[in-house]
């Protein structure tokens, strides 16, 4: 299977733990794209890489959530302290910076996130 | 900022019946995707619109961009219950981000 994979699928975790999550893009995909999807919602954009460079961020991502992309390959969202308001859908997308574009993205299949 | 409705917000229909859908937006917009989502799954891209009037087909599906590039909409035809999930027609800034609605969520009855 060569599409975008997210682990862990579920997380269920204590109110003021950290998380990380972790995702793996198509390979040949050099964009990489974070959302977060709340029940009834769509998704909504928190940041993007471009390789290894992070070139936005959302104001949805406070301080503390950070994303990282070290080699330009997988990356990594972590949210310190977690916050019941955290519980949610993360999403991850990828897409090639040619032809249709960064506009075509592929999902990955999510990690609940559940903070009781 | 940016508007995007979906409408209708919901439909139940009957399998074999054709269904339509569509997107509005307060913004004009250069690129236009649907996606579906199936319930705890990510969406899955269907059809990727990139210029005023355009008209694509994907099996039973086919999706127009608008004139005004302020809409489109989706047309499925001859609904099988494999149909069944959350579509979204989001568009996208300079950066690549996407921007979604609300979805139109779509059941069809066997």
């Known amino acids: 299977d060569t599409g975008v994979s997210q682990d862990p699928r579920h997380k269920i975790t204590k109110r003021g733990q950290n998380v990380t999550f972790r995702c793996d893009p198509i390979?040949?995909?050099?964009?990489l794209y974070w959302y977060r999807q709340t029940l009834g919602q769509g998704p909504e954009f928190l940041t993007y890489?471009?390789?290894?460079?992070?070139l936005e961020k959302s104001r949805l991502l406070s301080d503390r959530f950070s994303a990282e992309r070290p080699k330009g390959s997988f990356s990594t969202l972590e949210i310190q302290r977690t916050e019941q308001g955290d519980s949610a859908m993360y999403l991850c997308?990828?897409?090639?910076?040619w032809g249709g574009g960064p506009y075509e993205q592929y999902f990955g299949p999510g990690t609940r996130l559940t903070v009781t | 900022g940016q508007q995007l409705n979906q409408s209708p917000q919901s439909m139940f229909i009957q399998e074999g019946e054709d269904v339509s859908m569509n997107c509005t937006s307060s913004?004009?917009?250069?690129?236009w995707l649907w996606y579906k989502q199936e319930p705890g799954e990510g969406p899955v891209l269907l059809i990727a619109?990139?210029?005023?009037?355009e008209l694509t087909s994907n099996g039973r599906l086919t999706a127009q961009f608008g004139i005004t590039r302020k809409d489109s909409f989706l047309n499925i035809s001859a609904s099988i219950p494999s149909d069944v999930g959350i579509y979204f027609c989001?568009?996208?800034?300079?950066?690549?981000?996407?921007?979604f609605g609300q979805g139109t969520t779509l059941q069809v009855k066997p």
């Open positions: 997308a990828s897409s090639p910076s």
């Open positions: 913004s004009i917009f250069n690129t």
């Open positions: 619109l990139y210029k005023a009037g």
């Open positions: 989001p568009t996208s800034s300079n950066t690549g981000k996407l921007i």
């Open positions: 390979s040949e995909h050099n964009r």
């Open positions: 890489f471009q390789n290894e460079a992070q």
